[in-house]
């Protein structure tokens, strides 16, 4: 553990953080337990996770070396974050929003600053994997909590206790949590199970297959329906020899449909895609479905009508307004949110900010190339990303773009520090 530790085998949790003032090595423990506290705070409270995060930056500024820092921000990973910031910031200039709408544009994408930090941090601690361990019993948690408040409506803090099994945020953060866990666990259930670690292989497998079983019979978004697949089909072609992958997909789809017949929820879910599209089409109603598509055709006209630049940070919700004027039904809704990343991003950035976002997801996806539990976790958050941000734009939301900010800077961090460790040292000249 720690220089403090050692020296002080029975010194309590709460001296070594008190340490911290002398303590170099404290000082970094400090941060890692707050990023733990973080991560253990994101499946319940938002105001939480936002005062975390500032103290675990105050935390982290007197251990930072400049020159070390520095280098990490000129690699791409990191100078792209900033730069999708800096986008944002700079087209406050030529929006025709209010300052108001314009600055609070600017904020969803402040929390991207963090994720250069977090390289840096977790490239020099060893203790990364106590982040991924803590979000994973914290959803557990949550799961179980989930299952509680299905048989017992009353225990929800929901206003609205007819929403099913959902104790605190909403069905679709819940899901997102709960379906990155549960795919997530496949490769140290691979790994334990190569090692002959069963008892460590049937616990993982059954925190894995609660996750599912809660999405399956509580509650489900449509959404994670249709990326679970995705994550799935990944883990397969890097992990699976192709006989096994054959029968893994049998045996899956064998399954879906066994469960498609007794979840009356799942197939509720599931048939709320074709109802939505016939509320919308026939009915002329606002729906889900119906809505998104006809979110995603004005936003193309908006984006053609300044396909460079865009129309400025905070200009969406004006743009929808004025295209919304005269119209009755699904095509009167007025929204600031597209319902899509690269949409959300094109309307405000137009090519540049298309350039920028796609160059983000790319580089951090060449990250994690390699093997081991930290590419994997890396890999799966930004494929989760990428594949949702297609029916949301999940980099911008606060639930979903804290995942993605914490799963990509402390894997990435974790996989940098790795690379480091073992990249040979060049010999001094004779």
């Known amino acids: 553990m720690t220089d403090a530790i050692r020296r002080e085998p029975g010194a309590s949790w709460l001296s070594v953080i008190w340490s911290a003032r002398h303590d170099p090595a404290a000082r970094i423990l400090n941060i890692d337990l707050l990023t733990v506290l973080i991560v253990l705070l994101l499946p319940w409270s938002t105001s939480g996770v936002a005062i975390a995060a500032v103290l675990w930056l105050v935390a982290l500024i007197p251990t930072i070396e400049p020159r070390a820092l520095l280098r990490s921000l000129l690699r791409p990973i990191s100078a792209l974050p900033i730069a999708l910031f800096a986008l944002a910031l700079v087209g406050t200039l030529w929006s025709d929003a209010s300052w108001g709408a314009r600055l609070h544009a600017v904020s969803p994408t402040a929390k991207l600053l963090l994720l250069p930090l977090l390289f840096y941090h977790f490239e020099r601690s060893p203790r990364g994997l106590w982040v991924f361990i803590a979000f994973l019993a914290s959803c557990t948690l949550l799961m179980v909590v989930s299952w509680a408040v299905t048989f017992e409506p009353d225990l929800t803090l929901k206003d609205d206790a007819t929403m099913r099994g959902i104790f605190v945020?909403?069905?679709?953060?819940?899901?997102?949590?709960?379906?990155?866990?549960?795919?997530?666990?496949?490769?140290?259930?691979?790994?334990?199970?190569?090692?002959?670690?069963?008892?460590?292989?049937?616990?993982?497998?059954?925190?894995?297959?609660?996750?599912?079983?809660?999405?399956?019979?509580?509650?489900?978004?449509?959404?994670?329906?249709?990326?679970?697949?995705?994550?799935?089909?990944?883990?397969?072609?890097?992990?699976?020899?192709?006989?096994?992958?054959?029968?893994?997909?049998?045996?899956?789809?064998?399954?879906?449909?066994?469960?498609?017949?007794?979840?009356?929820d799942l197939r509720a879910t599931g048939n709320k895609f074709l109802a939505d599209w016939q509320q919308t089409t026939v009915q002329s109603n606002p729906s889900g479905v119906g809505s998104r598509l006809e979110f995603w055709q004005k936003s193309l006209r908006f984006i053609a009508e300044a396909p460079v630049i865009g129309h400025g940070t905070g200009s969406t919700r004006g743009l929808f307004e004025k295209a919304?004027?005269?119209?009755v039904g699904f095509r009167a809704e007025v929204v600031a949110n597209p319902h899509n990343q690269t949409l959300a991003v094109a309307i405000q950035w137009g090519v540049?900010?298309?350039?920028?976002?796609?160059?983000?997801?790319?580089?951090?996806?060449t990250l994690?190339?390699?093997?081991?539990?930290?590419?994997?976790?890396?890999?799966?958050?930004?494929?989760?990303?990428?594949?949702?941000?297609?029916?949301?734009?999940?980099?911008?939301?606060?639930?979903?773009?804290?995942?993605?900010?914490?799963?990509?800077g402390v894997a990435g961090g974790m996989v940098l520090g790795a690379k480091r460790d073992t990249e040979p040292v060049a010999s001094l000249p004779s």
């Not at 900010?353 to 951090?364: C, E, Q, T």
């Open 169 to 264: 945020k909403n069905y679709i953060a819940q899901s997102h949590e709960f379906a990155l866990c549960a795919v997530a666990l496949a490769y140290p259930i691979m790994m334990a199970v190569r090692a002959g670690r069963t008892r460590l292989a049937a616990l993982l497998a059954v925190i894995a297959f609660s996750l599912l079983a809660n999405m399956v019979f509580v509650v489900v978004s449509r959404t994670a329906l249709v990326t679970i697949p995705v994550m799935l089909a990944v883990f397969a072609l890097l992990h699976l020899k192709w006989r096994t992958t054959i029968f893994a997909a049998s045996a899956a789809i064998l399954l879906a449909g066994m469960v498609w017949n007794v979840s009356p």
């Open 368 to 408: 994690f190339r390699g093997e081991g539990l930290a590419a994997w976790i890396g890999l799966l958050v930004v494929v989760q990303n990428i594949f949702t941000s297609l029916f949301n734009s999940h980099l911008f939301d606060f639930h979903e773009g804290w995942i993605y900010v914490l799963g990509v």
């Open 324 to 327: 919304a004027a005269g119209q």
């Open 352 to 365: 540049f900010g298309i350039v920028v976002l796609l160059a983000l997801w790319w580089k951090h996806l």
